[in-house]
T-cell receptor, first 114, second 110 residues
Framework: GAVVSQHPSRVICKSGTSVKIECRSLDFQATTMFWYRQFPKKSLMLMATSNEGSKATYEQGVEKDKFLINHASLTLSTLTVTSAHPEDSSFYIC??????????FGPGTRLLVL | RKEVEQDPGPFNVPEGATVAFNCTYSNSASQSFFWYRQDCRKEPKLLMSVYSSGNEDGRFTAQLNRASQYISLLIRDSKLSDSATYLCVVNRGGSYIPTFGRGTSLIVHP
Protein backbone atom coordinates (compact mmCIF):
# COMPACT_ATOMS: atom_id res chain seq x y z
CA GLY A 1 0.00 0.00 0.00
CA ALA A 2 0.91 3.64 -0.24
CA VAL A 3 3.29 5.05 2.33
CA VAL A 4 2.85 8.28 4.22
CA SER A 5 5.48 9.53 6.61
CA GLN A 6 5.28 12.06 9.38
CA HIS A 7 8.05 13.88 11.14
CA PRO A 8 8.72 14.18 13.98
CA SER A 9 7.10 11.15 15.56
CA ARG A 10 7.26 12.72 18.97
CA VAL A 11 7.96 16.21 20.26
CA ILE A 12 8.08 17.81 23.67
CA CYS A 13 8.12 21.59 23.79
CA LYS A 14 7.67 24.46 26.17
CA SER A 15 4.46 26.43 26.30
CA GLY A 16 4.52 29.36 23.88
CA THR A 17 6.76 27.78 21.28
CA SER A 18 5.72 26.75 17.77
CA VAL A 19 5.95 23.22 16.45
CA LYS A 20 6.01 22.16 12.82
CA ILE A 21 4.87 18.70 11.74
CA GLU A 22 5.57 17.39 8.25
CA CYS A 23 3.46 14.92 6.32
CA ARG A 24 4.84 13.34 3.16
CA SER A 25 3.41 10.91 0.67
CA LEU A 26 6.41 8.82 -0.35
CA ASP A 27 5.27 6.88 -3.39
CA PHE A 28 2.29 8.74 -4.80
CA GLN A 29 1.08 12.25 -5.44
CA ALA A 30 -1.57 13.25 -2.95
CA THR A 31 -4.33 15.44 -4.31
CA THR A 32 -5.59 15.98 -0.80
CA MET A 33 -4.16 15.68 2.66
CA PHE A 34 -6.12 15.70 5.89
CA TRP A 35 -4.98 16.67 9.36
CA TYR A 36 -6.52 15.06 12.41
CA ARG A 37 -6.15 15.29 16.13
CA GLN A 38 -6.90 12.44 18.50
CA PHE A 39 -7.15 12.67 22.28
CA PRO A 40 -6.80 9.51 24.38
CA LYS A 41 -9.72 7.10 23.96
CA LYS A 42 -11.45 9.52 21.60
CA SER A 43 -12.14 9.41 17.91
CA LEU A 44 -10.09 11.15 15.26
CA MET A 45 -11.26 14.70 14.84
CA LEU A 46 -10.72 16.23 11.43
CA MET A 47 -8.99 19.57 11.77
CA ALA A 48 -8.57 20.62 8.17
CA THR A 49 -8.47 19.52 4.55
CA SER A 50 -5.48 20.58 2.54
CA ASN A 51 -5.17 20.73 -1.24
CA GLU A 52 -1.91 21.48 -2.98
CA GLY A 53 -1.54 25.11 -3.93
CA SER A 54 -4.65 26.36 -2.21
CA LYS A 55 -5.67 27.43 1.25
CA ALA A 56 -6.66 24.75 3.69
CA THR A 57 -10.29 24.32 4.65
CA TYR A 58 -10.66 24.25 8.40
CA GLU A 59 -13.35 22.47 10.35
CA GLN A 60 -15.63 24.47 12.57
CA GLY A 61 -13.98 25.34 15.85
CA VAL A 62 -10.42 24.92 14.59
CA GLU A 63 -8.45 28.17 14.71
CA LYS A 64 -6.69 28.67 11.40
CA ASP A 65 -4.27 31.21 12.87
CA LYS A 66 -3.21 28.74 15.52
CA PHE A 67 -2.92 25.69 13.28
CA LEU A 68 -1.15 26.86 10.14
CA ILE A 69 -1.28 24.47 7.22
CA ASN A 70 0.91 24.72 4.17
CA HIS A 71 0.53 22.31 1.28
CA ALA A 72 3.51 23.26 -0.84
CA SER A 73 3.57 20.29 -3.19
CA LEU A 74 1.69 17.13 -4.08
CA THR A 75 3.84 15.19 -1.66
CA LEU A 76 4.24 17.52 1.32
CA SER A 77 1.92 19.23 3.75
CA THR A 78 2.95 20.86 7.02
CA LEU A 79 1.01 21.69 10.15
CA THR A 80 2.43 24.33 12.47
CA VAL A 81 1.01 24.59 15.95
CA THR A 82 1.74 28.19 16.88
CA SER A 83 2.22 29.34 20.47
CA ALA A 84 1.50 25.88 21.75
CA HIS A 85 -0.18 25.42 25.11
CA PRO A 86 -0.60 22.31 27.26
CA GLU A 87 -4.16 21.81 25.98
CA ASP A 88 -2.69 21.37 22.48
CA SER A 89 -0.97 18.20 23.65
CA SER A 90 -2.41 15.44 21.51
CA PHE A 91 -1.77 12.86 18.81
CA TYR A 92 -1.71 14.58 15.43
CA ILE A 93 -2.19 12.37 12.38
CA CYS A 94 -2.17 13.22 8.72
CA UNK A 95 -3.58 11.24 5.86
CA UNK A 96 -3.18 11.52 2.12
CA UNK A 97 -5.28 10.41 -0.78
CA UNK A 98 -4.95 10.41 -4.53
CA UNK A 99 -8.42 9.13 -5.30
CA UNK A 100 -10.76 10.86 -2.85
CA UNK A 101 -11.61 7.41 -1.62
CA UNK A 102 -8.93 5.54 0.26
CA UNK A 103 -6.87 7.47 2.76
CA UNK A 104 -3.39 6.46 3.77
CA PHE A 105 -2.40 7.54 7.23
CA GLY A 106 0.92 8.70 8.51
CA PRO A 107 2.21 7.15 11.75
CA GLY A 108 1.24 10.21 13.76
CA THR A 109 3.05 12.77 15.89
CA ARG A 110 2.72 12.85 19.66
CA LEU A 111 2.94 16.40 20.92
CA LEU A 112 3.46 17.17 24.57
CA VAL A 113 3.46 20.81 25.60
CA LEU A 114 4.86 21.49 29.02
CA ARG B 1 -27.60 12.99 16.58
CA LYS B 2 -23.90 12.51 15.86
CA GLU B 3 -22.84 12.15 12.24
CA VAL B 4 -21.35 8.72 12.83
CA GLU B 5 -22.12 6.63 15.89
CA GLN B 6 -20.55 3.45 17.14
CA ASP B 7 -20.88 1.44 20.30
CA PRO B 8 -17.49 1.94 21.98
CA GLY B 9 -17.61 -1.52 23.60
CA PRO B 10 -15.39 -3.15 24.60
CA PHE B 11 -16.50 -6.37 23.00
CA ASN B 12 -14.75 -9.14 24.86
CA VAL B 13 -14.88 -12.44 22.94
CA PRO B 14 -13.02 -15.77 22.98
CA GLU B 15 -10.85 -16.91 20.13
CA GLY B 16 -12.89 -18.46 17.37
CA ALA B 17 -16.01 -16.45 18.11
CA THR B 18 -17.97 -14.46 15.57
CA VAL B 19 -18.51 -10.83 16.42
CA ALA B 20 -20.41 -8.06 14.67
CA PHE B 21 -20.27 -4.29 14.94
CA ASN B 22 -22.72 -1.74 13.66
CA CYS B 23 -22.23 1.89 12.82
CA THR B 24 -25.02 4.35 12.12
CA TYR B 25 -24.72 7.54 10.12
CA SER B 26 -26.99 10.54 9.94
CA ASN B 27 -26.42 11.96 6.45
CA SER B 28 -28.52 10.06 3.94
CA ALA B 29 -26.52 11.60 1.08
CA SER B 30 -23.29 9.87 2.15
CA GLN B 31 -21.87 7.65 -0.57
CA SER B 32 -18.59 6.23 0.68
CA PHE B 33 -18.11 4.02 3.69
CA PHE B 34 -15.09 2.32 5.20
CA TRP B 35 -13.90 0.29 8.13
CA TYR B 36 -10.49 1.07 9.55
CA ARG B 37 -8.57 -0.70 12.25
CA GLN B 38 -6.51 1.19 14.81
CA ASP B 39 -4.12 -0.47 17.21
CA CYS B 40 -3.20 1.22 20.46
CA ARG B 41 -1.11 4.35 19.91
CA LYS B 42 -0.88 3.69 16.18
CA GLU B 43 -2.39 5.24 13.08
CA PRO B 44 -5.58 3.83 11.51
CA LYS B 45 -5.20 1.33 8.71
CA LEU B 46 -7.82 0.61 6.08
CA LEU B 47 -9.54 -2.70 6.70
CA MET B 48 -12.08 -2.57 3.90
CA SER B 49 -14.35 -0.36 1.89
CA VAL B 50 -18.06 -1.00 2.16
CA TYR B 51 -20.02 -1.36 -1.05
CA SER B 52 -23.74 -1.35 -1.62
CA SER B 53 -23.65 -5.02 -2.51
CA GLY B 54 -21.63 -5.87 0.57
CA ASN B 55 -18.13 -7.26 0.43
CA GLU B 56 -16.11 -9.99 2.00
CA ASP B 57 -12.40 -10.33 2.59
CA GLY B 58 -11.46 -13.59 4.24
CA ARG B 59 -12.94 -13.62 7.72
CA PHE B 60 -14.29 -10.10 7.40
CA THR B 61 -17.64 -9.15 5.88
CA ALA B 62 -18.94 -5.62 5.55
CA GLN B 63 -22.49 -4.67 4.68
CA LEU B 64 -24.33 -1.45 3.99
CA ASN B 65 -27.99 -0.82 4.77
CA ARG B 66 -28.94 2.48 3.18
CA ALA B 67 -32.57 2.36 4.25
CA SER B 68 -31.63 2.18 7.91
CA GLN B 69 -28.40 4.14 7.45
CA TYR B 70 -25.97 1.77 9.00
CA ILE B 71 -22.98 -0.29 8.06
CA SER B 72 -21.83 -3.45 9.72
CA LEU B 73 -18.65 -5.43 10.11
CA LEU B 74 -18.68 -9.15 10.83
CA ILE B 75 -15.57 -10.95 11.97
CA ARG B 76 -15.62 -14.73 11.89
CA ASP B 77 -13.25 -17.08 13.70
CA SER B 78 -11.74 -14.27 15.79
CA LYS B 79 -7.99 -14.32 16.35
CA LEU B 80 -6.03 -12.79 19.19
CA SER B 81 -4.50 -10.46 16.63
CA ASP B 82 -7.92 -9.04 15.80
CA SER B 83 -7.87 -7.18 19.12
CA ALA B 84 -7.98 -3.51 18.17
CA THR B 85 -10.33 -0.57 17.79
CA TYR B 86 -12.47 -0.66 14.67
CA LEU B 87 -13.33 2.72 13.22
CA CYS B 88 -16.29 3.40 11.01
CA VAL B 89 -15.72 6.13 8.43
CA VAL B 90 -18.41 7.81 6.40
CA ASN B 91 -17.72 10.46 3.80
CA ARG B 92 -19.97 13.43 4.10
CA GLY B 93 -22.78 13.53 1.61
CA GLY B 94 -21.73 15.00 -1.69
CA SER B 95 -18.08 15.25 -0.68
CA TYR B 96 -15.03 13.19 0.06
CA ILE B 97 -14.58 14.67 3.52
CA PRO B 98 -14.41 11.78 6.00
CA THR B 99 -16.08 11.58 9.37
CA PHE B 100 -14.83 9.03 11.85
CA GLY B 101 -16.84 7.25 14.48
CA ARG B 102 -15.29 7.01 17.92
CA GLY B 103 -14.46 3.36 17.33
CA THR B 104 -15.47 0.04 18.77
CA SER B 105 -12.96 -1.76 20.94
CA LEU B 106 -12.56 -5.51 20.39
CA ILE B 107 -10.67 -7.73 22.80
CA VAL B 108 -10.16 -11.34 21.76
CA HIS B 109 -8.99 -13.57 24.60
CA PRO B 110 -7.62 -17.12 24.61
Amino acid sequence: GAVVSQHPSRVICKSGTSVKIECRSLDFQATTMFWYRQFPKKSLMLMATSNEGSKATYEQGVEKDKFLINHASLTLSTLTVTSAHPEDSSFYICSATDSWETQYFGPGTRLLVL
Amino acid sequence: RKEVEQDPGPFNVPEGATVAFNCTYSNSASQSFFWYRQDCRKEPKLLMSVYSSGNEDGRFTAQLNRASQYISLLIRDSKLSDSATYLCVVNRGGSYIPTFGRGTSLIVHP
